[in-house]
């Protein structure tokens, strides 16, 4: 009998589809490592960053308690400087209402009512926030309600899509050119009103709240007649607790 070469048990494309999934597999472990590495690096940054922003919001908070107790020995009172960021919320629909009004509420970007957004407080702001105080409800939030909301509501503007915050690779993809890369950032730029705060306040889709617990009292007259509508200064706290 003529000695006939044996035919490989295994077919050479199935040998072949092993060897490349072996490959793959070699890559997706150096990839992985190498991101592991990135991630513990990155997490040491953001603690860092976290603690140094905890160590500047009790300075500040120190600072002010000293000048407040200097001012009262000398029997005179400390005038805190101007707030620099308001929280706004709309508590009115605008049916039949000026055209003016209506683009201002669009401009603010409050299109839907229990929105919030967050204010840069300038001369061109509360001009327009005076033309539909009726229709809406501001005052100067304390970084409990700005970290409060930003935790529990806040959602990124990604590709036109509003993609709850549940990663700090979000924010780092779209504001890290801004060295904005976790959500203690975010909330830093926001409190502190950054250079970056307009690239920040964009980032964030505006907040959908729920309706305040208890309802409002009268949201056609002003807060300081018993009303609800119109600037409440730091009460609006109060009401960010009812509505988060």
């Known amino acids: 009998m003529t000695n006939v070469d044996k035919l490989p048990t295994v077919p050479e494309t199935l040998l072949r589809r092993r060897k490349h999934a072996a490959e793959r597999k070699v890559r997706a472990d150096k990839h992985k490592s190498k991101q592991q590495k990135s991630n513990k690096v990155k997490r040491k940054n953001i603690f860092k960053r976290a603690e140094s922003y905890v160590k500047e919001y009790r300075t500040k908070e120190r600072d002010l308690i000293r000048m407040k107790r200097e001012a009262k020995k000398v029997g005179n009172f400390y005038v ?9 919320i709309r508590i009115r629909g605008i049916n039949g209402v000026h ?8 401009l603010i970007r409050l299109r839907q009512i229990n929105n919030g957004v967050f204010v840069r407080m300038n ?20 970084l409990k309600s700005i970290r409060e909301l930003i935790y529990k509501r806040g959602c990124g503007k990604i590709d036109h899509r509003r993609i709850p915050l549940s990663d700090n690779s979000l924010i780092e993809k779209s504001l890290g050119k801004y060295n904005i890369i976790c959500i203690e950032d975010l909330i830093h730029e926001i409190f502190s009103v950054g250079p970056h705060f307009r690239e920040a306040n964009n980032f964030l889709w505006p907040f959908k709240l729920a309706a305040p617990r208890g309802g409002h009292r009268k949201i056609g007259i002003h807060y300081i007649e ?16 009812k509505m988060n």
């Open 123 to 142: 001369k061109a702001s509360l001009r327009m926030l005076r033309l539909v105080e009726p229709y809406i409800s501001y005052g100067y939030p304390n």
């Open 226 to 241: 018993g009303g609800d509508n119109g600037n409440r200064e730091n009460k609006i706290n109060r009401l960010i607790r």
């Open 99 to 106: 055209p003016r009004v209506r683009k201002i509420l669009q």
């Open 80 to 88: 805190p400087p101007e707030a620099k960021l308001a929280f706004v």
